[in-house]
C-alpha cells in the first residue's frame, strides 16, 4: 500500500507523551505595584545610608586627639550602653529597613500596618533614648539631627 501524504503524517507524528509542555506562565506583578515597591525599597537603603553617615559625622565630632575613628567606632560598639552610644539608633534603623523590605518587597504585603507598627515602635525607642541620652557636649547638633532625622525617616516609610 502506497503511502499517501495523510498516511504519512500520521506515521511520522510524535507521541502525545513525548510532546513538549507548554511554556509556564510567569506572572509577573503589574508596573503600577513593581515601581513603587523599588522605589520604597530605593528609599529603605538612603534611610539606612543616611542614619549611617550621621552616626559616622558624630564619632569623628565627639573623638579626642589620641583616639582613632576606629577607637570611636568600637567603643560605641563594644562597650554599648543606652545612655552613651547612638550605635542603637543604626541598628534601628536597619533592623526597621529590613522588617520594611521582607514584608512588602519580598512577601509583597499591601497592607500600612507593617510600616505603622515599625514607626511607632521607632518612635517608643527614639523617645525612650531622647529621654535618656545626655544631650550636652560635643556633637550635640548632630546628635539632634540623627535623632530627628531617624524619626522622621520612620515615620515617611508609612
Known amino acids: ?3 499517501t501524504g495523510s498516511t504519512l503524517d500520521a506515521s511520522l507524528s510524535i507521541p502525545a507523551v513525548m510532546q513538549p509542555l507548554p511554556p509556564v506562565a510567569v506572572q509577573r506583578e503589574p508596573a503600577s505595584k513593581r515601581i513603587p515597591r523599588r522605589t520604597f525599597g530605593s ?3 538612603c534611610d539606612t545610608l543616611l542614619i549611617f553617615l550621621l552616626w559616622a559625622i558624630y564619632l569623628s ?3 579626642t586627639k589620641n583616639q582613632t575613628f576606629m577607637d570611636m567606632f568600637v567603643q560605641q560598639i563594644k562597650h554599648y550602653s ?5 550605635a542603637d539608633i543604626v541598628t534601628l534603623s536597619c533592623v526597621r529597613d529590613l522588617i520594611l523590605l521582607l514584608i512588602y518587597n519580598i512577601l509583597k504585603f499591601d497592607h500600612w500596618v507593617t510600616a505603622g507598627f515599625c514607626a511607632i515602635a521607632s518612635s517608643a525607642f527614639l523617645l525612650a533614648k531622647v529621654f535618656e541620652f545626655p544631650l550636652n557636649g560635643e556633637g550635640q547638633p548632630v546628635t539632634y539631627f540623627l535623632i530627628l532625622s531617624s ?3 520612620s515615620w515617611i516609610a508609612t
Open 82 to 86: 543606652f545612655k552613651t552610644s547612638l
Open 61 to 63: 565630632i565627639i573623638r
Open 1 to 3: 500500500m502506497p503511502l
Open 151 to 153: 524619626f522622621a525617616m
Open 43 to 45: 528609599f529603605c537603603l
